[in-house]
């Protein structure tokens, strides 16, 4: 049976898109945290579209409008801005996990997918600039989310971790 008394050091850093649903569900029951988000997650970066333009130019709001085209031009021209907001989001939950965790190796759990979580998987590795910045983390990678699940319902995530990364 899962404790919900206290939060455990376990970070969901990586995830398919079609896994992560369930793998947030599993992790947030087991007492861990998650910081992988899809595509359609508000906090995903989207493109500014023309008609907010036209919105800013009829209020001739031109403080707005000027912000708006640079976030604009951003969006359009910045191919990878996901990457930034993925990075803001491992590490600020490893800070928090650090901090409600002293003296404790935060087990950053990935699930291996596509080329995004390749990349991820990179900046968590060592080498990678995530872990540069936390080496003391420990990264548990699973080749799919059955074994997540399972290590997680079993209470052997921890026992997974001396050997991984």
Not at 103 to 121: H, S
Not at 153 to 165: T, V, Y
Request: proline share 5%; net charge positive.
């Amino acid at each position: 049976k899962p404790s919900r008394k206290k939060k455990r050091a376990i970070l969901l850093a990586s995830s398919p898109e079609h896994a992560l649903p369930c793998a947030r569900e599993s992790v947030i029951k087991y007492g861990g945290c998650c910081a992988a988000f899809a595509r359609d997650d508000p906090m995903s970066p989207k493109k500014k579209g023309f008609r907010e333009f036209l919105v800013h130019l009829l209020m001739m709001d031109l403080t707005a409008l000027k912000h708006f085209m640079n976030d604009m031009v951003a969006s359009w021209t910045m191919a990878q801005r996901w990457k930034l907001v993925w990075q803001g989001r491992i590490e600020g939950k490893l800070e928090m996990l650090q901090e409600a965790h002293p003296g404790k190796v935060v087990n950053t759990v990935a699930i291996k997918g596509g080329p995004q979580c390749d990349w991820e998987l990179k900046q968590l590795s060592d080498g990678g600039e995530i872990k540069n910045r936390f080496p003391n983390i420990n990264l548990i990678i699973f080749e799919e989310l059955d074994g997540f699940g399972q290590a997680l319902k079993n209470g052997n995530l921890e026992a997974l971790s001396q050997g991984a990364s």
